[in-house]
């Protein structure tokens, strides 16, 4: 079977950049600048996570920096515009905080980005203090993963794993992270199987299988 999913903890970035509640808005903003990111988490105490202040919690100073407050009705726009009277990390901050365990897998992590529209989730422990940060380009490292390593796993994880009788004469070939299967096996209902636990080695852009039965016909998955 397939190796155990890489998790958080082995892509994520142990060194964060961070700012307490009371820090002022300008040294938000140098320290984004400084460290070229656009989110910080805001820490208490011994670190533990209260919040995430990001640049779109900043924008609001420069929008509404010549408005009129008494024209915005909607509650959206009214949170905007306490946040462009906000002076401190506590007050422009959003929270709770969305932050991932170390253990969540990859997949977990990335659908919390995509769900919450966010670009990096500070990695908290049970109770809420700070391990570390994980971003879109962590998630990505996984595909970094050489061929010959991905045409390995496959090999010993899924073929012979589901075709030990026949492992010698299916050929795997990965180029670019697309696995191509080719061969021929007793038992074609097991292709979509093997598609599937092809797709979940870490690594793997895309799957082809071009395998057949015995008798020559041809079987595609589901």
Known sequence: MPETPHIVSDVMTLTVVAVGRDAPFKEIVRTMEQWKVSALPVLEGEGRVIGVVSEADLLPKEEFRDDDPSLYEQPRRLSDLAKAGAVTAGELMSTPAVTVHPDATLAQAARIMAVRHV?????????????????????????????????EEVRRTVVSYLFPALSHTIHVNVHEGVVTLRGQIRDTS?????????????????VEPHLTGLTGASAAPD
């Open 190 to 206: 097991l292709i979509s199987i093997a598609v599937r636990l092809v797709r979940a080695v870490e690594g793997v852009v895309d």
């Open 119 to 151: 670009k990096r989730l500070p990695v908290v422990d049970d109770e809420a203090m700070l391990q570390g940060i994980v971003s879109r380009a962590d998630l990505l490292k996984v595909f970094l993963r050489s061929d010959d390593d991905i045409e």
